[in-house]
Nanobody
Framework: QVQLVESGGGLVQAGGSLRLSCVVS????????MAWFRQAPGAEREFVAA??????SEYYADYVKGRFTISRVGPTTYLQMNSLKPEDTAIYYC????????????????????WGQGTQVTVSS
């Protein structure tokens, strides 16, 4: 059974940091790009960051560029979030792309077929 399990969310003050983790089991994790998305109340799920299956290319949404860093070590994908802002408050989801060895990860939810359960990140002002 394929599973993605996230951890690391919580409550933090503006300007603080959090690191999210996502562990993949049941899939050959090294063949697939991984990504983080987020969804705030009443909003659509939006792209945050992605990392290529090889781990040597990263992609970021403009609103997190320079503050967030995605990385992967074995079956675990991380999202280091620094300089957090209240507008970063959302449920964060990790996802595994549906196709193997893609040259560039997708940035839409439809490009991903496996999702974690989500972890809440709340940034207070």
């Amino acid at each position: 059974q394929v599973q993605l399990v996230e951890s690391g969310g919580g409550l933090v003050q503006a300007g603080g940091s959090l690191r999210l983790s996502c562990v993949v089991s049941g899939r050959t994790f090294s063949s697939y790009a991984m990504a983080w998305f987020r969804q705030a109340p009443g909003a659509e799920r939006e792209f945050v960051a992605a990392i290529k299956w090889s781990g040597n290319s990263e992609y970021y949404a403009d609103y997190v560029k320079g503050r967030f860093t995605i990385s992967r070590v074995g079956p675990t994908t991380y999202l280091q979030m620094n300089s957090l802002k209240p507008e970063d408050t959302a449920i964060y989801y990790c996802a595994s792309e549906s196709g193997r060895y893609r040259n560039k990860p997708g940035q839409a939810p439809k490009d991903y077929d496996l999702w974690g359960q989500g972890t809440q990140v709340t940034v207070s002002s």
